[in-house]
């Protein structure tokens, strides 16, 4: 099977669980749309070029040059990704991490768990998405409260499972799309 064919598989699987565990959330809508860019050939034609299967093609495409033109394009368009959220602060001069909308803070939990499910297959602990976030905690430039909110969600999974982790994020929307109305 030719490396495009299998990326096409692997994105389109990662989305559709991603879509599922969104609707189990309570964002359904918003998760119709996840990752639909990358489909578009800027991120497509590196992700196929250099698709092994077991992690991102953007890994080793910075590997090859040091950085990834298709993760920079991907993190700019999908704002599930705490990299989309900095901005420039008018008191320090500095570009720094914002806090994320609840929402995209769960799509953001829902993207994590379905890729730890499509890289690590039957071999999928409810510990994974938990145990890759740590891993890199210490270099990750992210809002300190979308971090928090992110880790005690991914706890959640790893100590009490899926079905309890999705009702008490489902609550957890409902209550904020309440508030986000009044």
Not at 76 to 87: A, I, K, L, M, V
Not at 145 to 152: H, I
């Amino acid at each position: 099977m030719s490396k495009p064919f299998k990326h096409f598989r692997t994105i389109t699987k990662h989305r559709h669980k991603v879509i599922s565990h969104c609707f189990k959330a309570g964002i359904g809508f918003q998760g119709l749309f996840h990752d639909l860019s990358k489909y578009s050939p800027a991120e497509f034609i590196s992700g196929a070029r250099y698709y092994q299967g077991t992690r991102s093609p953007n890994e080793e495409e910075r590997v090859k040059f040091g950085y990834s033109k298709a993760w920079m394009h991907h993190k700019g368009r999908n704002r599930h990704h705490f990299e989309y959220w900095t901005d420039y602060n008018p008191q320090t001069k500095i570009v720094e991490p914002v806090k994320m909308p609840l929402n995209y803070v769960v799509e953001m939990f829902c993207d994590r768990v379905a890729a730890s499910k499509i890289y690590n297959g039957k071999n999928y602990k409810n510990t994974d998405p938990l145990n890759y976030f740590l891993k890199a905690k210490a270099r990750r430039v992210i809002n300190k409260e979308t971090s928090d909110t992110l880790e005690s969600l991914l706890e959640m999974l790893a100590e009490k499972g899926e079905a309890e982790t999705f009702a008490y994020i489902k609550e957890m929307v409902k209550e904020y799309k309440k508030h986000r109305k009044s």
